[in-house]
């Protein structure tokens, strides 16, 4: 079995331009992420933890709860990272080599934005998120078809409202699609959330989605 750790590319609101006082945030939105067989997630996770702490030891140390603390990918992928921090790139490069070493691989699915503010493209965010875990979960079962195994996804914690209101969309599509598209029956479940504080794989997921749509 496979299990593909996903986050949110950007953010699904409008965009105009990058000097745009208020919508400039990402001229894209989507999910991206990795897929690794599951008999390897958690020897990954050790080793991103490993190289986490190699990063911000001192930051962690000093933590209320040490096991908790987490770099978010934004932070990582700033235009001045190459300049001031490039041993953070160096170990993001380190760790994107260790999921292939681990028969794993990066994912990621993005659409591009119609640039304008919401009244002029008539903008349905709840829309925009739900078309793009569709093409992010009809991707990755091509995937885990293309192995011949099953899939899990899994992605970062939301709210309960929220979550209330996607999962019915997701399991819908799933089913709805499975009987023209068999390979959709290889997510064996609609994505489980998991709180990123708690796992170290969901984190590399955030990194991989800020690296996707860094400057």
């Not at 932070?75 to 921090?85: N, V």
């Not at 919401?118 to 569709?134: C, F, G, I, S, Y």
């Not at 699609?177 to 609609?190: C, F, G, H, V």
Request: with cysteine.
């Amino acid at each position: 079995m496979l299990l593909a750790y996903i986050d949110e590319i950007g953010e699904p609101g409008a965009f105009v331009s990058r000097d745009h006082p208020h919508y400039k945030t990402s001229p894209a939105f989507g999910y991206a992420g990795f897929i690794i067989p599951a008999k390897e997630a958690r020897k990954f996770g050790s080793v991103f933890a490993t190289k986490k702490y190699e990063l911000f030891r001192s930051e962690i140390d000093k933590a209320e709860h040490p096991g908790r603390w987490e770099r978010k990918g934004a932070q990582i992928f700033r235009p001045s990272a190459p300049r001031q921090y490039p041993q953070q790139l160096r170990i993001f490069d380190s760790l994107v080599r260790k999921v292939r070493n681990l028969n794993g691989r990066l994912f990621y699915y993005a659409d591009e934005k119609c640039p304008g503010t919401p009244k002029q493209t008539n903008l349905d965010p709840a829309e925009r998120e739900t078309r793009a875990m569709q093409e992010t979960l009809n991707r990755i079962a091509r995937h885990a078809e293309s192995q011949d195994t099953n899939v899990m996804v899994i992605i970062d914690q939301i709210n309960e409202k929220t979550r209330a209101e996607r999962l019915p969309n997701m399991y819908g599509h799933i089913l709805g699609r499975a009987s023209d598209y068999p390979e959709m029956r290889r997510i064996i479940e609609p994505p489980m959330h998991v709180d990123s504080q708690l796992s170290a794989n969901i984190q590399f997921a955030d990194w991989v989605a800020a690296c996707v749509c860094a400057r």
